[in-house]
């Protein structure tokens, strides 16, 4: 079992910045791929970002392109999304994802485990 943990979410205005952490648990968080997904009221949640197992594939929605980045530290078994810019139509619940399978994808039935989801909030 991988548990996964978000953190970071909040209150935010229009332009400025948050730091979304994800803890996992487990010895092989080094071997997953992991994702951050979203979802926004009324909507299906939607592809964010994601990273290979070893931090050297990364994807990103168009959407987010150029003003999120995703990282992860795999001695602390961590995985981050910093976003930048963060505009109204950002405001979604932003759940982690893991693919155990090291597959990096932007599909969500690849990803094995989830997270509760943490909120995030961006005034206009």
């Known amino acids: 079992q991988v548990q996964l943990v978000e953190s970071g979410g909040g209150l935010v205005q229009a332009g400025g910045s948050l730091r979304l952490s994800c803890a996992a648990s487990?010895?092989?968080?080094?071997?997953?791929?992991m994702g951050w997904f979203r979802q926004a009221p009324g909507k299906e949640r939607e592809f964010v970002a994601a990273?290979?197992?070893?931090?050297?594939?990364?994807y990103y929605a168009d959407s987010v392109k150029g003003r999120f980045t995703i990282s992860r530290e795999n001695a602390k078994n961590t995985v981050y999304l910093q976003m930048n810019s963060l505009k109204p139509e950002d405001t979604a619940v932003y759940y982690c994802?893991?693919?155990?399978?090291?597959?990096?994808?932007?599909?969500?039935?690849?990803?094995?485990?989830w997270g509760q989801g943490t909120q995030v909030t961006v005034s206009s």
């Open positions: 487990g010895r092989t968080f080094s071997s997953y791929a």
């Open positions: 994802a893991a693919d155990t399978g090291g597959y990096v994808s932007n599909q969500q039935y690849e990803y094995d485990y």
């Open positions: 990273i290979s197992w070893s931090g050297t594939r990364i």
